[in-house]
């Protein structure tokens, strides 16, 4: 175990590049593309509901998936220490009592500040992780250390963007390599160096995809057939083609779980139901590999009994043989499959205070969840009991109603949030009545912000271009807010206090004033968007788009990347907002665009491909005048 280590290298490479994903970016993000317009890895918000100075005919845009499961998490100073890892001399972030400690080789080349955004963003990451997945890392692993720069465990290869291991001394202690420090990641802006930035996007990406890695450790072979879609699923949760296991996006990066989707129709709430048989076997000691884990024949077994039927050809179309060969291809009968009756669950829904829900430090609540019985077997006796991280109840335990097949049930439990400011979570499980723990975790996570007693500290508020023609769009951005009740743009409602950015159209020269309020103490910055009376109208022209090289012959090991370019002229400054299609199906996300000055401009995006293709890459202005799509076509040809 100690020497086996899991990369997102090439196969992520593939598996991104299937579904467009380097080329779009995270799902979920909208980066900027020219360095320094705006804050990276937010979005901004237009649509519905808004004053008429905002682009109320632009397309509604979605906040990025990991912003409406959770808010963004508030930023709290996360206590610092020294360590030795591997005679080598480090920083190390940890709360007391957590399992993620956040390490930087020393000299670290980040900011603290930062450092705290990013440990509560990997917090809420884990748990969402944790929430999809139903299970979570396994009790016997000490903790996880994140490291955020290269050292001896961490030395990144050219195409390595994480790494999970364990410690050649210490193999029940996990580290994640996150490399954020490396200059190329730097400039990526989904890995944003800001504490705004950091606390919303952080790579998450990356660590959610290791982090899955992590949850499987140790219980069966960490294949990236379960991480991808965990993973994908959880940042991705208003997007239904990625709980969709026959999507194209899985066929190449997830080939089994694309293949038994095709052939058997396995649901993803299946695939989730055969990783939580896969704990029932590993905890059950029943594992049949070194270290007892579960092995490929018994999670065969698994899939066979959850589908009915036998998945083995669905196991050697997506190669799997070698492994059937290496473990042995003797049938398994699980433990329970003659058992008269089963016992499962699947969470339904927060009924109250959802997860990332913002309280008081210290403030009382009911917490309840809806559970649904999914298994065969009537609930009787059945209790719902605190599992790890923090109770935040007087009691351990609470019973649960009896609940039929099929049906579900609300459980509740009366909580408080602890005093410390921060993330808070807690995980409980269901016990049936023999002693059996069974489903999902059920779990919570809150943040308590402390009481707001000093001045609000404002942040740079500024507007990019400060000056714009009429009809042309602006984007307002501002930074962390600190010591705050409450932050708005008057006129335009409440906004984020960990930074955002809004795209205004104004009508007409606007002052636009930040506010924010902490009791009844007040702090106000402004920034003024001029219509120049000398600017035309915004408009673009000669919009072109190109592939470089259009046509490729040769070596694609690791992958050959294609170089987009899409080209137009505008008559004067303001913001754009497009998106990238694919030939293969995938399409990104609305990003921004900020032109300062009018003239020739240039949007640039990439494709690595490691097979014989061909296709299109396609550029469409969405606002504030929608355009054609223009295409720039390609042709690969992967020679040995």
Not at 302 to 330: C, R
Not at 499 to 506: A, K, M, S
Not at 570 to 594: C, H, K, M, Q
Request: contains cysteine; charged residues 15%; negative net charge.
């Amino acid at each position: 175990m100690n020497q086996r280590t899991y990369t997102i290298a090439l196969a992520l490479i593939l598996f991104m590049s299937a579904c467009n994903l380097p080329v779009l970016g995270t799902p979920g993000t909208i980066p900027t593309e020219r360095p320094g317009a705006v804050t990276p890895g937010t979005e901004p918000t237009v649509g519905a509901g808004q004053p008429e100075d905002v682009a109320s005919t632009l397309p509604s845009i979605k906040l990025p998936a990991q912003l409406t499961r959770f808010p963004p998490p508030p930023i709290i100073a996360v206590p610092k220490s020294t360590l030795q890892i591997g005679g080598e001399s480090f920083d190390a972030y940890l709360i007391p009592g957590d399992r993620l400690r956040l390490v930087c080789r020393q000299p670290c080349e980040m900011a603290e500040r930062i450092i705290d955004a990013l440990y509560a963003s990997y917090k809420v990451t884990a748990e969402q992780d944790v929430r999809t997945a139903g299970i979570n890392i396994l009790d016997s692993l000490k903790m996880i250390d994140i490291h955020l720069n290269r050292d001896k465990n961490c030395t990144r290869n050219e195409s390595e963007l994480g790494l999970t291991g364990s410690y050649p001394d210490d193999p029940n202690k996990l580290f994640i390599c996150l490399y954020l420090t490396d200059p190329d990641l730097q400039a990526d802006p989904l890995v944003p160096f800001t504490p705004e930035g950091a606390a919303r996007a952080g790579g998450l990406g990356v660590f959610a995809h290791e982090y899955v890695h992590a949850i499987l450790w140790g219980r069966f072979a960490s294949s990236h057939d379960f991480v991808f879609p965990i993973e994908y699923a959880t940042l991705n949760p208003s997007k239904p083609e990625y709980g969709n296991l026959c999507d194209p996006v899985y066929q190449y990066g997830a080939p089994l779980t694309y293949q038994l989707c095709k052939s058997y129709g396995l649901t993803f709430d299946q695939l989730i139901q055969s990783l939580l048989d896969v704990d029932r076997l590993y905890q059950g000691g029943y594992g049949n590999q070194p270290h007892k884990e579960v092995g490929y024949n018994q999670y065969r077994a698994v899939l066979d009994h959850i589908l009915g039927g036998d998945s083995m050809p669905a196991f050697a179309e997506a190669g799997y043989q070698k492994l059937f060969v290496e473990e042995g291809t003797a049938n398994y009968t699980l433990p329970w499959a003659n058992e008269p009756c089963t016992y499962r669950a699947a969470l339904v829904s927060d009924v109250t205070v959802p997860l990332g829900t913002l309280l008081d430090a210290g403030a009382s609540f009911k917490k309840t969840w809806r559970i649904r019985n999914t298994g065969s077997c009537a609930w009787e006796g059945v209790q719902l009991v605190f599992a790890r991280g923090e109770a935040m109840a007087t009691t351990t335990s609470v019973p649960v109603a009896a609940t039929s097949a099929g049906n579900t049930v609300d459980v509740s439990v009366a909580m408080a949030i602890p005093a410390e400011a921060g993330v808070h979570t807690g995980e409980w499980r269901l016990r049936s009545a023999s002693g059996q723990d069974f489903g999902p975790v059920i779990d919570l996570t809150l943040y308590a912000r402390p009481g707001c007693t000093l001045p609000p500290q404002l942040t740079a508020f500024a507007a990019s271009p400060a000056a714009i023609g009429p009809g042309a769009l602006s984007l307002l951005s501002w930074g962390q807010v600190t010591n705050v009740d409450n932050v708005e743009i008057l006129g335009l409602g409440e906004v984020d206090p960990n930074g955002d950015r809004l795209l205004v159209q104004p009508k007409g020269t606007t002052t636009y004033t930040l506010q924010a309020t902490c009791g009844e103490k007040t702090a106000t910055s402004q920034t003024t968007v001029a219509i120049d009376p000398d600017l035309p109208p915004f408009a673009i022209s000669a919009l072109t788009a190109s592939a470089d090289p259009a046509h490729f012959s040769g070596p694609c090991s690791p992958g050959e990347e294609i170089r987009f370019s899409a080209k137009f002229v505008s008559n004067a400054p303001g913001v754009i907002l497009y998106r990238w299609d694919a030939s293969n199906g995938g399409t990104s996300d609305p990003r921004l665009f900020v032109i300062e000055n009018a003239g020739s401009q240039i949007v640039t995006t990439s494709w690595r491909l490691s097979s014989s293709s061909s296709g299109w890459m396609a550029f469409k202005i969405l606002a504030p005048q929608e355009s054609e799509a223009v295409r720039a076509n390609f042709s690969l040809i992967c020679t040995p």
